[in-house]
Structures are given as structure tokens and as C-alpha cells.
């Protein structure tokens, strides 16, 4: 979320999916419980208006950081992303957000690239409202 969740001056997690935000939080609190498992158990959600929740608008994060991967990192065009035994609608869905939102990226902080390829200096893309890559 513009001015959310991506304030700040330095984005520790900026290049980390939200499966591996999960799986940190068990491994951390596998040495010491510091994370409240109501965190960890609470229903992921942007917060933009009463009861929205980011599976309602969204494929589960499993399928949403599978996609991420294969369009991103390895540059993956749709049809073969769907050839990977992923529904088009997701795909597609998934793909137009993160065209759409590159203007939001511009706007974030700094992060770590713990990724073969992140958004950033990685991967770039016009933030005109008329570019769409095919």
C-alpha cells in the first residue's frame, strides 16, 4: 500500500514473497516465540476498507509467489506461466496488478535483492497508464 506499508527509509523485506515472510516468522519463533501467533494466524489484508481481506481479491499467496516468481525473476511470459498448471484468470489478474503498479514501486523505499532478479534496478518498466508488456 502506497504510503502503508511501503513508508519508511529502508525496506528490510521489499524483495521477500509472503510465503517466505511466513516461514521466517515459524523459524524465529521456533528459538523464541516474539512474534504473537495471532500475527501470523490473522487473515492478510491491506486494510483499505472494513472487512476487506487480500484473499478476496487475490490468489492464495502459494499461487500468487509462484507467479510472482515465473513472471519476475525468470521473466516468464503468460502462456507459459499457464502451461506451469496455473488458472489464466490468475495469471492475468496477477500480471495487470503489477504492470499497473509500477508507478507504487518507484515511490518505495530501498530493500535488500535476495532474488536472482527484484523489482528495482532488476526489472523496470514505463509507469505510463498505456504500457502493457505482452
Known amino acids: 500500500t502506497l504510503y502503508g506499508d511501503m513508508c519508511g527509509g529502508f525496506a528490510p523485506l521489499k524483495d521477500v ?3 517466505r515472510v511466513y516461514r521466517l516468522c515459524h523459524y524465529r519463533n521456533s528459538i523464541e ?3 504473537p501467533e495471532r500475527v501470523i494466524t490473522r487473515p492478510p489484508t491491506a ?3 472494513e472487512g476487506q481481506l487480500d484473499q478476496d481479491s487475490l490468489p492464495d499467496y502459494d499461487t500468487l509467489d509462484r507467479i510472482l516468481a515465473l513472471s519476475v525473476e525468470q521473466d516468464m511470459p503468460v502462456n507459459e ?4 498448471g496455473i488458472r489464466r484468470d490468475d495469471v492475468m489478474k496477477v500480471v495487470t496488478l ?3 503498479n509500477e508507478y507504487k514501486r518507484r515511490q518505495s523505499p530501498p530493500g535488500i535483492r535476495i532474488t536472482r532478479r527484484a523489482f528495482g534496478r ?3 518498466y514505463p509507469i505510463t497508464s498505456g504500457y502493457r508488456r505482452k
Do not use: F, P, Y
Not at 81 to 84: L, S
Open 17 to 19: 514473497c509472503k510465503t
Open 33 to 35: 516465540a516474539v512474534i
Open 47 to 49: 486494510e483499505l476498507r
Open 81 to 84: 506461466i499457464v502451461r506451469q
Open 98 to 100: 503489477v504492470q499497473r
Open 122 to 124: 532488476d526489472r523496470r
